[in-house]
């Protein structure tokens, strides 16, 4: 859950926007000026070493959706190449 962005006298506006929907596999919440998610299930070792992230790092709301949506695109692409890349059992 993330609180709404700070109204003009930079005092909080009191409301509470959840993201669960918006950022599905992902916890959400407001540090100071920033907003952050963390994935709820961490990367693959191999994953990470392709560019996916564990927390991404947010100023607005539509920022930090989208760039969820794009980690979570991208981590499921990661995973269908670690799956082609590992040797096969016999």
Request: charged share 25%; net charge negative; with cysteine.
């Amino acid at each position: 859950m993330v609180d709404a962005p700070r109204a003009a006298n930079d005092a909080p506006s009191g409301n509470r926007v959840d993201l669960g929907a918006l950022c599905p596999g992902w916890h959400t919440e407001r540090v100071g000026e920033r907003l952050l998610a963390r994935r709820l299930h961490a990367p693959s070792d191999y994953q990470v070493e392709c560019g996916c992230l564990e927390e991404i790092a947010a100023t607005s709301v539509g920022e930090l959706v989208i760039l969820c949506e794009a980690q979570t695109l991208l981590a499921e692409r990661v995973l269908s190449a670690e799956a082609i890349a590992r040797p096969r059992a016999r």
